[in-house]
C-alpha cells in the first residue's frame, strides 16, 4: 500500500547561487559524504529531501542529516534513513521508499514514493 508520494523540482543555477550567498546551508543540508558531490547531484539530493518530507506529510522536525542519498556508481539510487526521519516513516507504517532522481538541462528532480 502507497502511504505517500512525494515530487519536487530544483532549478541547478538557482540552488547554486544560494549555496554561494549562504555557505552555511551546505553544512545544514547535507552530510558530510554528500557535501562532495558536485552541484547538480548536491541540488538533485536536495530535490528528493524535500520529495521525501512531501511523502511523509511536511511534517515539522525533521532533520536533513537523517536522509541522505549515497553516491550510487552506476547502481540505482537508495534512499537512506535514520532518527527523526526513520521515526516519522515508522509512525505511517513505511517499511520502504522507492527513488527516482535526475539532473538535466539545468533542473534537478526527484520522486520518492513510501510504501508501507
Known sequence: ???????DVVDVARFVATVERTPALLD???????RDLPPASL????AV????????ASPGGLRWHDAWVPASGGRP???HVE???????????????????SHDAGIAAA???AEA
Do not use: C, N, Q, Y
Not at 1 to 7: A, N, S
Not at 43 to 46: K, L, N, S, T, Y
Open 49 to 56: 529531501k524535500e520529495a521525501l518530507a512531501k511523502a511523509l
Open 28 to 34: 545544514r543540508l547535507f552530510t558530510d559524504a554528500e
Open 83 to 101: 532518527g527523526t526521519v526513520r521515526a516519522r516513516a515508522d509512525e505511517l507504517g513505511v517499511a520502504r521508499f522507492h527513488l527516482s532522481i
Open 77 to 79: 539510487p537508495e534512499l
Open 1 to 7: 500500500m502507497i502511504v505517500g508520494v512525494g515530487v
Open 43 to 46: 541540488a538533485a539530493r536536495f
Open 111 to 113: 520522486v520518492v514514493v
